[in-house]
């Protein structure tokens, strides 16, 4: 089946209009667009020119609405890497997080990344990046802060030495 075409209803060009006017993702007002002008008449080639695409793409998004409709323009789910941790892990994260690093038997009052890494690897047996573990803790809720050394003692000697 070859669509140079398409017709849309009152109702489904009101649907394309708000996909391309409000969607979040970028290649799917693309493909609205393309479907769009495609119903105001021009060619697919000309189509693909103003929308900035190649010739093959917009042909496939234009006949591929014509067969399945606006499930056609959809992105399929991208797998992606699975999570290292479970969510019951995220939990108990979020518990060691919540207290002391003292009461896990660590000589340091505040959680590092670089401690949390360390913890995480004893515990559960997963080496995470700086960077992931960094992730997680703000993932959970929280946020790393850097300690601000207190340099008062610095300052009364100083003092004492003017004296």
């Not at 398409?6 to 209009?17: I, K």
């Not at 699975?82 to 505040?110: C, H, M, T």
Request: proline content about 3%; charged content about 25%.
């Amino acid at each position: 089946m070859n669509v140079y075409h398409v017709s849309l209803s009152c109702e489904q060009e009101q649907t394309l209009l708000e996909m391309y006017h409000f969607a979040k993702k970028r290649r799917l007002r693309q493909r609205a667009h393309m479907v769009l002008l495609s119903n105001q008449g021009y060619c697919q080639k000309e189509v693909a020119k103003i929308v900035c695409t190649s010739y093959p793409t917009a042909r496939h998004y234009i006949h591929a609405y014509a067969v399945y409709g606006l499930a056609a323009l959809y992105d399929s789910d991208i797998p992606g890497r699975p999570a290292q941790l479970a969510g019951w892990q995220f939990n108990r994260i979020d518990q060691w997080l919540s207290e002391s690093p003292r009461k896990l038997g660590y000589n340091q009052s505040n959680w590092t990344a670089r401690l949390m890494r360390y913890h995480i690897k004893r515990t559960f047996g997963i080496c995470l990046s700086g960077e992931t573990v960094r992730r997680v803790i703000h993932r959970v809720g929280y946020t790393l802060v850097r300690p601000r050394h207190n340099n008062d003692h610095l300052v009364d000697e100083a003092e004492k030495k003017k004296q």
